[in-house]
């Protein structure tokens, strides 16, 4: 049954579409010279992919502006109470505090490691190799990266064998360490988890600062280090300056991406002991304390959080679009 | 002069070979950090139950060796995570396929249909792709229930397909609007319509950016939690592996036994695909650096 619906959608989904094109094509041929007809055909084309969007994007994004200034079961309005909860409630500030934390490090640590693996691995032969190691972690799903570490993170009191990796190499390395309970400690719990977002994103901003470096000429480089210039020296005034719109491109969409942060806590710590996100309040709101209107303005503050992002985004579309003309 | 250039390379020579050295140390290590979390999952996962929780998966690799694969049996056959891949293939393979044709229509005609509006509609779909889908979830949600599918793979796979748009109209009118204008027009003049350009020449000649877009939104939808979460939830029936493991993670807490080995199956696919398909899943990123 399951896998008569599979092929269904798989079969008939293009099969439908391909129908409706040509279909389509057939009305405003059979009436060619009206001209009027043929103007509707980018939006036949267009019709299967703008039903969707509004359906499922755009109308749903006016409505939660609208449940956000509404109470628990989205009926009355309670005018801006759900934003003053979010702005006044401890917990809520805790989670705040912790998205500032990720954004300023998490997108910093990626940004470093990435630069890092750029860098370093275009001056070997094993390039490839190097890179699809950092590079793995993004093919997994950030449960399995979950699991990973909190296996990595497994904390045994001191004295029995630690079975985690991270507590028994420092034990091995530091002298007199203190196995650590990297989790359940809340001076630690949050690095912890941003460490493992960390090691999931650093191959993407690796991947694109190793190609905007590789469009570095190399003629530039080479008249750096003619002139005498070390190499830390052509890193800081030749390469950073050249890459520096790549880097803001890598940031921004990190930005993005860990303002969304999910998988991560609701797996590793599910949000106890002050590791709460955004997006893990706006789903326990939404499905443990069945708060319609207190979900809608997390979502809200999140939309907020990332438009500056998606401006710049149309800002550099637009540029890139006057560039190639 | 030329003693000074002599002694200058001897030295330069010293340094640089020292440079090589530290560069690779530093380069191995990077790279040990980055593969010994995964490495220590599945030599784990392979290692019987009373081994992983007294001793770390390190002493594995000391002889005697004693790996089994009686931790994949078990998980397999005990905790639902058979169908679970099952499930997995059934939301991954239709949200990754109906957002792709639905897209190319819309980038083909971005791309080479003329009407009003199409520049700031455009850019109205680039905005979309940074959107956070949180911001749709309760009305979602709500219309779902309103129709009766919450729960269904249906609702799953039209959300996936729904979400995936932006992103994939983005990327593939990046692709065909690069097309050679000659080729389009010689085929119009020939008398050809939209539709048959389209079947004929801009999908065949596109085939390397569908399969960019294809790898990556197969593994954004494989990978995702949030929307099978919310929108199928964890009923064994329907539950996704990614949701199945994050209920283990509840239910069994430290059963470590069942844990590497369920994470481990859940990436295998990925890792089979990222390693066949490197190139064009890289390339899809490249791509895809607005994404999201």
Redesign the interface.
Known sequence: MKFLSLIAAVVSVPALLAVYVFAAERVIAGKRGTGKVSGARPWLWLAPSFILLIVFLAYPIVNTFLISLKDAKADGFVGLANYAHVFTDPGMLVVLRNNAAWLIFFTLGTLGFGLLMAVLSDRVKWEPVAKAAVFIPMAISFVAAGIIWRFMFEFRPAGEAQIGTVNAVLSAIVPAFEPKAWLFDTSSNNVALIAVGIWMWTGFAMVILSAGLKAIPVELIEAARIDGAGELQIFMRVILPLAAPTIAVVATTLMVNVLKIFDIVYVMTNGALGTEVIANRMYKELFNYRNFGRAGAIAVILLVAVAPVMVINIKRFKESRKANA | MRDATRTFGARGKVRRLS?RVL??L??IA??AI?????V??LV?SLRPKEL???????EALASPLRLTLENYVNVLSRANMGTSF?NS??VA??GT??PM???A??A???AW???KG?EWMY?V?????????????????R?FNTLGITGS??AV???H???G??FS?YLLRNFIGQLPRSMLESAFIDGA???VV??RLVLPTSLPAIASLGIFQF?WV?????VS??FLGGTPDVAP??VT??NM??SYG?G?EY??A???I??AL??V???AL?KY??RG??AG????
């Open positions: 440079g560069l690779n530093t380069l990077v790279c980055w593969l010994v979390p995964t220590g999952l784990s992983i929780a007294v001793s770390g998966w390190w099952l293939l059934m393979i239709p396929l109906i044709c639905i897209a229509y819309a083909y005609a971005f249909m003329e009407f199409k850019l779909v680039i905005a979309l792709i940074a959107v956070p889908i949180q911001m749709t979830l309760i009305p979602v949600l219309l793979f249906m796979w039209l959300a397909a729904a979400y748009l932006p109209i319509s939209h539709p389209f079947f593994m494989w990978n995702d939690l949030l979460l919310i592996m990614t493991i994050a993670v509840n430290g470590w844990l590497t369920a994470a481990f859940s990436m990925p890792l695909v990222f390693f490197q899943f890289v990123v490249l650096s607005v994404k999201e």
